[in-house]
């Protein structure tokens, strides 16, 4: 079966010409409409038709071209970013794009990290959920309208994981009502907060509050750095750029000192902790609420990591389809790389988390917004269950979309390696997001403290109910349950992918768990027993969290399934949710074998299954990631070019290298000639 229609998408940026015939052929023998994988990606016909206008229109716009971006310095980088977002504030007005989903279509259409990523992402976001009514009142629609443009100063040079032991004091002044902000040590500088450099007028500051020499604890306060005249600091602040990153070079990271800065009272975000005009304080509902905007950006950033490998794939797997090596026998024509099984096996499992990861997004998206309602009900019982939930899978989705970019760079032989493939800076980009918004490992602490206490509560009291994703907990008896899948049908029955997840996950808590009392039977305390098993806590986060996106996966295909999706895509969807499954079995094979779970019985059909499953998806490879309707400008790839004329592609964007304006070198009568025309 062929597509249903065709992408209503320019290729922009490729050399034009007739598109390259095997990806033609591909695509003319896709299993299911691609089409309707799309709606149904993006949420239906109506959604994904607007979603292209707005790709379609950035595209075409010369101020978002991307392909020059590789030769400017960083100055220069900084400052196309900045032309980005004037003019991205242009086209909200004459595109009458008010609401914040057209910001957000448009921002992702866009698809850089503009130095207002934060301004949206988390100081209105901060001002939403901590400021009172009075202080949205005043603040948003000033933010709303750019009058004044913020970020998120939290993270210091001495302290970013451990917020507690963050050094930055606003020490209440009674006599005036005011705070005064104070940087007291070197390692008390803010350091790393997005766009707070060279653009934010304002910031949100996280710092000690301090009231009569009594501790309250980290605050949010709302402060003004820069003068709207001018742009100048103000008074007492001292603000800069951190200099050079890994990449990340549109971005002003910045650093932040105070120097007895006064700000008035109303100036602290008190919609759940307050300080009276006589410097009462008042404790918040939950000790913890102030950390919302963090668990709202892991909600988002967990929403990302399925867009961002699919990009990577797209790229790949249209690249190895163009790309041919060997002829299999001498005399045949060369092979497309694709059909080598060892590039399935490295791509095709990519591809089928992408997808697996798109379904992770709906779910957290759909828990973030339950959990919201909760909190405007001053109802803080999903709190714990949000964030340890958000924290383990935002840690999982980032590490795996991170070295699976790097998968499909290498995956691409040289011109992997070339940034006009577009995934050298896809990866350099991306990386932070497995350190920003909590580093990994430490998130992952987090979640397995949840798991581990659930457990041992589950453990004294039988009975006990536990919530949804976490019920498994509560059957110790799964723990003698062994695999039965010893065919490899067998291996395709969610049901038995799901108890192999459930009885992996179970299983690790269960150890951590006796560990745990191990250590404290040697005569350790609790603290020192819990730095005795930390390796242990990573592997049960991220086996509980793979268990959470393997249960999604399942659950949307019975969903959709029940609402009539079509058979081709059904079919579809259930090979990838086979190899998702299945691979990851196979990459972590040692913790299902440690404890007789699985034996040789069941690992060689597990195999046998899995290579069934990449001859499986082979055919459909491109219409799986056309599916996912990129722009030639969102995947800014020679190699991933939708005609895939890569190679007319990759020649035409070499020659803008500016060592090529020139044919003798710039160096050449210093460096070169002298030796050249030396006398032997
Ligand atoms: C839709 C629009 C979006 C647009 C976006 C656009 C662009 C943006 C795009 C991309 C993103 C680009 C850039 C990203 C920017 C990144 C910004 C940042 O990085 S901001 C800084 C982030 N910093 C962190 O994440 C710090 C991590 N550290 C922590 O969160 C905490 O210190 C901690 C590790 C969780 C420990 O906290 P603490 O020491 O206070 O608590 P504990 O003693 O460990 O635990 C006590 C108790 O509290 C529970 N808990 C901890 N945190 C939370 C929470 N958030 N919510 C609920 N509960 C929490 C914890 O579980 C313990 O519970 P219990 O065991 O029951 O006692
Ligand atoms: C690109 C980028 C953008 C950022 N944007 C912002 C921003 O806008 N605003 C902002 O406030 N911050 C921002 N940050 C800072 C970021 O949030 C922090 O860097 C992050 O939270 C990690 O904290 P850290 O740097 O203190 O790491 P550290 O905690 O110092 O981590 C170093 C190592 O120590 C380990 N470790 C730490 N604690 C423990 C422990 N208890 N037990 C065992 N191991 C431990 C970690 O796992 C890690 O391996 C940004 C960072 C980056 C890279």
């Known amino acids: 079966m062929s ?39 993006y949420g239906g016909q109506e959604r994904t038709e607007h979603l292209e206008r707005i790709a379609n ?41 008010h609401s914040e989903l057209d910001q957000q279509d448009l921002r992702q259409a866009i698809d850089e990290d503009l ?19 009075e202080q949205q009142k005043k603040w948003l629609p000033l933010a709303r309208a750019y009058k004044i443009i913020g970020t998120y100063a939290q993270t210091e040079l001495g302290h970013g994981s451990f917020i507690r032991g963050l050094e930055t004091v606003a020490t209440y002044d009674k006599s005036t009502q005011e705070f005064v902000l104070n940087s007291p040590t070197l390692t008390a500088t803010k350091w790393w907060p997005g766009a707070l450099g060279k653009t934010s007028t304002h910031c949100v500051v996280f710092a000690r509050l301090v009231i009569s020499d009594r501790e309250c604890g980290v605050h949010p306060f709302m402060v003004q750095l820069r003068s709207l005249e001018n742009h100048e600091p103000l008074k007492g602040i001292t603000v800069g750029d951190i200099g050079p990153k890994f990449a990340y070079e549109t971005m002003d990271n910045g650093f932040l000192r105070f120097d007895h800065v006064r700000i008035p009272r109303d100036h602290m975000l008190m919609r759940f902790a307050q300080v009276a005009a006589d410097g009462t304080y008042s404790t918040p509902p939950h000790s913890k609420v102030s950390y919302a905007t963090m668990v709202f950006m892991r909600a988002y950033i967990i929403g990302t990591a399925s867009s961002t490998l699919a990009k990577a794939v797209t790229i790949a797997v249209r690249y190895s389809c163009v790309r041919k090596q060997f002829p299999l026998r001498s005399g045949e024509p060369e092979q497309q790389i694709l059909n080598y099984q060892n590039q399935q096996a490295a791509l095709f499992p990519l591809l089928a988390t992408a997808y697996a990861f798109h379904f992770t997004g709906n779910y957290i998206r759909q828990m973030y917004s339950d959990f919201v309602r909760g909190m405007r009900a001053q109802d803080f019982s999903v709190l714990p269950e949000m964030h340890a939930t958000s924290a383990g899978l935002k840690s999982l989705t980032t590490w795996i979309a991170s070295a699976g970019i790097e998968t499909c760079r290498a995956s691409c032989g040289g011109h992997g390696y070339s940034k006009l493939s577009g ?26 403290r949840y798991l581990l206490k659930l457990y041992g509560k589950a453990q004294a009291k039988p009975g006990l109910r536990l919530p949804g994703n976490v019920s498994y907990l509560e059957k110790s008896t799964l723990l003698d349950e062994r695999c039965d899948a010893s065919t490899e049908e067998l291996w395709l029955d969610p049901a038995r992918q799901l108890h192999a997840y459930r009885n992996r996950a179970l299983r690790l808590v269960a150890n951590c768990a006796n560990r745990l009392v191990a250590e404290m039977q040697k005569g350790k305390d609790e603290v020192l027993a819990v730095e005795a098993i930390k390796s242990d806590m990573v592997k049960v986060a991220k086996a ?3 268990y959470v996106v393997l249960n999604n996966f399942v659950n949307a295909i019975e969903q959709l399934r029940a609402s009539g999706t079509s058979t081709p895509i059904l079919r579809v969807l259930k090979t990838l949710c086979d190899l998702f499954a299945l691979h990851f079995i196979q990459a972590d094979l040692g913790d299902f074998l440690e404890y007789g779970y699985l034996s040789s019985l069941h690992t060689e059909p597990l195999h046998a299954q899995i290579r069934r499953l990449l001859e499986a998806i082979r055919p459909d490879a491109v219409a799986l990631v056309d599916a996912f309707n990129f722009t030639d400008h969102a995947l800014g790839s020679a190699l991933g070019v ?39």
């Open 642 to 680: 939708h005609n895939g004329r890569v190679y007319e592609t990759l020649f035409e964007w070499a020659q803008q290298e500016p060592l090529n304006k020139t044919q003798v070198a710039p160096g050449y009568h210093e460096y070169i000639k002298p030796f050249l025309l030396a006398k032997m």
């Open 544 to 546: 509980h969290s793979y």
């Open 423 to 448: 995934l050298p800076s896809l990866y350099a980009n991306y990386i932070p997001a497995c350190t920003y918004e909590g580093d990994n490992t430490v998130m992952c602490f987090q979640l397995a």
């Open 3 to 41: 597509s249903s229609s065709k992408p209503n998408l320019p290729v922009t940026n490729a050399v034009n010409g007739p598109p390259n015939a095997d990806l033609v052929r591909e695509r003319g023998a896709a299993s299911f409409p691609v089409r309707d994988l799309t709606y149904l990606v």
């Open 57 to 97: 229109m950035v595209a075409s716009d010369p101020v978002f071209r991307k392909t020059d971006r590789f030769f400017l310095s960083r100055t220069e980088q900084y400052r196309r970013s900045l032309e980005k977002v004037r003019h991205y504030k242009e086209l909200i007005a004459k595109h009458n794009l």
């Open 115 to 133: 130095p207002i990523g934060l301004h949206v992402g988390m100081f209105i976001p901060t001002i939403v959920g901590q400021g009172t009514d």
